[in-house]
């Protein structure tokens, strides 16, 4: 998911957030949502679809004109469905007032709190992790009678990845999990306009903020018209930033924790001609995120790059598709051979990451039917042999191709002539720019940062 937060008065705080959202789109495309306050009430608007069919002129000037919002695009995760009550932001009531919650991760202990809830007469409707988080916050602090205590409480609780961000009538809140596993960021309007939070800095550079710094693990950070305040509301806790963000989520026009998403991908690419190298005529990558990798690979092996493979840029992402079938369809009509390039070439084609293996399946067939003489996969993830628990569609066990086969076996089923994936230690080593060495790579180990409940894991690791 994306999410995406703006606090400054005398701006239209809604279109800003819709400009944002635009930004973020490729983090989910099943709903979009935005909620504003305007120092008395919190209202929204949502819906399933992209940014551009939820929000029209129209429905912007429903929300009205206020002094902070919030907004999200959601992406499904294992078992969620496209519904309506999981579109976010989350409402919550607090005594005689509102707060939106919008939320990117995945939280683990989601059943015992909501059973919790329920206990204490809460009543859900999604079933979410994201609403149950909205609804711990809300419990908490009508207990309190403090935001930033039900805040710092829901956190002491809340368990697995969250970056979050909250709006009050007033004021815009953001914090983010203790280790700090998915991306949030601050930035600043020009002339001291206000603040903006964002899931990655592409969604500053949309509106004209200055990027300023990422949020702490475990910090909470409060936008009012005092400025901005931090505390930090739960203690850090060892830094575990999805790695995946590098490789395949995030924008490559974004910069996570002070590493360039697009220069890491470069340095993947020419890692892996390293570790992978082979004879061949052309180098081409899968667009779009195996594109800059593949300049890399081209870079540092000799080997030229090419054009080869055209995406068409009106199909969303596949694998963010929540079937089988949909997801099948969806290769076809996303990804084209070009022929006239390919045709009698031995090709490096890179990509970045095999989860269940029909990308790569398919597409090996497509440049042989364009006449491609040989196919050499490289891969700038290491083999996914893990589910994720914290926010990224990567399932069970039972469907990760490269968990049920051995390298071998996955090259002569997906058709390959070879296939070579990275290994940890470079895909780290394309990651030197960060301003820190910790990320999870659980998917990669199965050594989880927050360890994964047993009602939790007994369905995943089949
Ligand atoms: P597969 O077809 O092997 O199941 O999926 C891998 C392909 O899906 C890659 O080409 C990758 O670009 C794309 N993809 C889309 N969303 C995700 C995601 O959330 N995680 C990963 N690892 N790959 C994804
Ligand atoms: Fe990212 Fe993999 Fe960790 Fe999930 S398990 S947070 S995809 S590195
Ligand atoms: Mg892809």
């Not at 907004?71 to 309506?84: F, I, L």
Request: glycine share 10%; with cysteine; proline share 5%.
């Amino acid at each position: 998911c994306g999410v995406f937060g703006v606090y400054a008065p005398g701006e239209d705080v809604a279109r800003l957030t819709c400009y944002g959202l635009q930004a973020l789109q490729h983090r989910g495309q099943e709903s979009a949502g935005i909620a504003v306050g305007d120092g008395s009430t919190v209202i929204e608007a949502k819906d399933l679809g992209l940014v551009t069919q939820v929000f029209d002129e129209a429905t912007l000037a429903g929300l009205g004109e206020g002094v902070v919002a919030i907004g999200h695009v959601r992406y499904s995760t294992s078992g969620g469905k496209a519904s309506w009550e999981a579109a976010q932001p989350h409402i919550s009531a607090i005594d005689d007032t509102l707060i939106a919650l919008a939320h990117n991760g995945t939280l683990v202990n989601t059943n015992h709190l909501r059973a919790q809830l329920i206990d204490e007469g809460e009543h859900l409707r999604a079933g979410t992790d994201s609403e149950v988080a909205a609804k711990a916050i809300g419990h908490l602090t009508r207990q309190t009678h403090h935001l930033r205590e039900g805040i710092r409480y829901a956190m002491e609780n809340l368990e697995g990845a969250y970056a979050m961000v909250l709006a009050s009538p007033e004021a815009l809140y953001a914090f983010r999990d203790p280790h700090g596993i998915r991306p949030l960021c601050i930035g600043q309007l020009p002339e001291g306009r206000g603040w903006v939070v964002s899931s990655e800095t592409c969604g500053l550079d949309i509106v004209g903020a200055e990027y300023v710094r990422d949020v702490e693990p475990g910090e909470m950070v409060r936008f009012t018209a005092e400025g901005m305040v931090s505390e930090q509301a739960v203690p850090p806790r060892p830094r575990a930033s999805c790695i995946f963000e590098y490789v395949y989520f995030a924008r490559p026009d974004s910069v996570l924790d002070g590493q360039s998403v697009y220069q890491a991908r470069r340095a993947m690419g020419r890692i892996l001609a390293e570790e992978a190298p082979v004879e061949a005529d052309l180098v081409l990558g899968v667009p779009d995120s195996g594109v800059p990798a593949a300049l890399g690979y081209s870079e540092a092996s000799g080997v030229p790059f090419t054009d080869g493979i055209v995406k068409n840029r009106y199909v969303g992402r596949t694998f963010i598709q929540p079937t089988q079938a949909m997801r099948q369809l969806g290769i076809r009509l996303k990804l084209n051979p070009l022929p006239s390039v390919i045709s009698g070439k031995r090709l490096v084609v890179i990509d970045d990451s095999i989860v269940r293996g029909n990308t790569s399946k398919k597409l090996v067939q497509m440049l042989r039917d364009a006449g491609a003489a040989e196919v050499h996969l490289r891969i700038v993830s290491p083999e996914v042999l893990w589910p994720c628990f914290y926010g990224i569609d990567t399932d069970t066990r039972e469907q990760l191709i490269a968990a049920n086969m051995t390298l071998e076996e996955m090259n002569d089923w997906i058709g390959s002539d070879s296939l070579a994936f990275i290994s940890l230690d470079g895909l780290r080593a394309s990651l030197a720019d960060a301003g820190h060495d910790g990320f999870c790579t659980a998917c990669f180990t199965g050594d989880y940062p927050v360890p994964i409940p047993d009602d939790v894991a007994k369905k995943s690791f089949l």
